[in-house]
């Protein structure tokens, strides 16, 4: 089986109130004189709040488009507003440390936490994730930021006129779509942008795996997918019996199902309801289970599976999630991104916006996003197999088990 995820993130800068500041950032103090031990609590620390902000973004979508497959990348959004992040100063960076539930508040730490995760996948055949700075002509980064974003982040910058709008948009989208295997387009709009514009920054990630067990296509049929109690819709049901992780969680009310894909250490994990109409309460059970460590539950079993063939795609403009996640300093006058520019200018973010894109079938999965931020200036014993057939509305996630991190979440509730 062959998924394809496609995620972008994007954050835009503006213009806000003048405030001449000066401001050392040292990179000198970094995680690389902590023990190993200290260093892996860290980011055990930093896998269990990224799932906890997953949780979070989880229910704010889902409550807004509760008929709507939703499909986004946390690591996505929590790259891109942690690069931001590293240019932030006072209450505007710890709203984000606690926000996207940063293990530190040290610009050095935070930035180690992320390396670790990008350096992990940085040469995957199968796993891309890039990073990308746009700045205003005639405006220069501060060397600490392009130094932390370079070495930490990845992530090169280029100059643009955000004035012609239309050309500098051109010229994000076509970098968006080349890292996104052209599953990502038009993630910004000309309109986004405009003189005042200062900052782009952005994360793109592109995921195409093939299933360690793949589903036979003769086994593939036509079957009911049940979008409530009553309602249902024909669509192409997948089948396999194999060996899988699986477990009941009594306290989600639902199956769970982990599905490995090849020569990696990444796998997709379906959270089914027990009740056809059971996902918006799995939301709100999510609330306080600790997702990181969902595969800690399972056992490895003979299970019969049935999996529809589905496409999906998300898009949503993150700043009301965000603000109401606790981060809204960053979008009002009063945002310190004092470590970003060179420049008297006061930043603040305008707009989050984030794309994405799945798709499951025999083979895989291939999927992908985008986030961009705009900133203005201002094993039991085997006996009969499990049964997992989704038939009806569930959650996923593409999980990576090195980093512990959530790289895919959403919900398919009419493939």
């Not at 746009?134 to 006129?161: H, P, V």
């Not at 798709?359 to 201002?378: K, R």
Request: glycine share 6%; with cysteine; proline share 4%.
């Amino acid at each position: 089986m062959q998924i394809k995820n496609e995620m972008l993130s994007s954050v835009n800068f503006v213009r806000g109130l003048l405030l001449t500041i000066v401001l050392v950032l040292s990179v000198q103090t970094t995680t690389s004189n902590m023990s190993n031990h200290k260093q892996q609590n860290l980011q055990r620390e930093f896998a269990q709040k990224s799932a906890q902000f997953a949780v979070n973004l989880f229910n704010f979508m889902h409550t807004r488009e509760p008929h709507r497959n939703i499909i986004y990348s946390p690591f996505s959004i929590q790259t891109c507003v942690g690069m931001a992040r590293i240019g932030a100063t006072g209450e505007t960076g710890a709203e984000i440390d606690r926000g996207l539930g940063l293990p530190s508040n040290d610009v050095a730490i935070i930035a180690d936490t992320f390396h670790n995760v990008l350096d992990t996948y940085k040469d995957s055949p199968i796993l891309k994730i890039a990073n990308k700075i746009y700045i205003m002509e005639g405006y220069k980064i501060l060397e600490q930021f392009n130094e932390i974003a370079t070495t930490k982040f990845f992530s090169a910058a280029d100059s643009i006129n955000f004035g012609n709008s239309a050309s500098a948009a051109g010229t994000i989208n076509k970098w968006v779509e080349s890292k996104t295997n052209n599953l990502i387009k038009d993630l910004i709009s000309p309109d986004a942008l405009n003189g005042d514009t200062r900052v782009v920054l952005i994360n793109a990630i592109h995921f195409k795996g093939e299933w360690k067990y793949q589903f036979p296509k003769s086994a593939t049929r036509e079957d009911n997918f049940y979008l409530n109690e009553v309602d249902s819709v024909r669509v192409p049901m997948m089948n396999l019996k194999e060996s899988f992780a699986y477990g009941v969680i009594p306290e989600l009310d639902a199956a769970v199902l982990e599905m490995p894909y090849k020569d990696t250490d990444l796998s997709m994990v379906v959270i089914l309801p027990n009740s056809r109409t059971g996902l918006p309460s799995l939301q709100e059970k999510l609330k306080n289970f600790d997702l990181s460590a969902i595969t800690q539950r399972l056992y490895r079993t003979k299970v019969i599976v049935k999996f529809p063939k589905f496409k999906a795609e998300f898009d949503i403009e993150l700043s009301d999630a965000l603000t109401k996640l606790g981060m809204g300093r960053m979008f009002s006058g009063a945002a310190e991104f004092d470590k970003m520019l060179d420049s008297s200018e006061r930043l603040r973010v305008s707009k989050v916006v984030h794309k994405a894109f799945i798709e499951v079938n025999e083979e895989g999965t291939e999927a992908a996003a985008a986030t961009g931020i705009y900133m203005l200036g201002c094993c039991l014993d085997e006996e009969s197999p499990s049964i997992f057939t989704m038939v009806h509305p569930f959650a996923l996630i593409i999980y990576s088990e090195t980093a512990e991190t959530l790289l895919f979440t959403g919900q398919i509730v009419k493939p």
